[in-house]
């Protein structure tokens, strides 16, 4: 695989369930892990949602950060992803486990990137795409 960037999903439980339940406490937050990361922000978008919750993105050059947040289960699933080799998103991800500061949390890493034995392969060489019905599917 070509690596492109590193994607970090961070699973938090026991967080305090009022801090889950602002929405402007977690753009905030995910504002500044954003400054953490060394990543250059674009722009962000979040809602509250009714009776409880908040899911936003805060957009990157490098790609983004995004949250989901369970207040009633004390639970907060964060996606950082960034691509090249400025960003730093193990500090992102480390600033929002103390700013969250949960009882529990678990990081898995997944390389992103181009797949397969030959990942400098031209666009053109790859096979395309062709609807199902084009392939008897349907």
Request: net charge neutral; aromatic share 8%.
């Amino acid at each position: 695989m070509r690596n492109l960037g590193t994607h970090l999903l961070l699973e938090m439980v026991g967080c305090k369930p009022e801090f889950l339940d602002n929405k402007e406490e977690i753009c905030s937050a995910l504002l500044r892990a954003a400054t953490k990361a060394r990543a250059t922000v674009l722009g962000n978008s979040f809602h509250k949602f009714s009776p409880q919750g908040v899911s936003g993105v805060v957009v990157i050059a490098e790609s983004h950060l995004s949250i989901h947040t369970w207040p009633e289960f004390g639970y907060a699933a964060v996606d950082v992803f960034t691509c090249g080799d400025r960003a730093m998103p193990h500090r992102a991800a480390d600033y929002l486990i103390e700013a969250f500061a949960p009882t529990r949390h678990e990081i898995k890493a997944i390389p992103r990137g181009i797949p397969g034995p030959n990942p400098e392969m031209m666009v053109s060489e790859r096979p395309t795409w062709s609807p199902p019905a084009e392939r008897g599917w349907m």
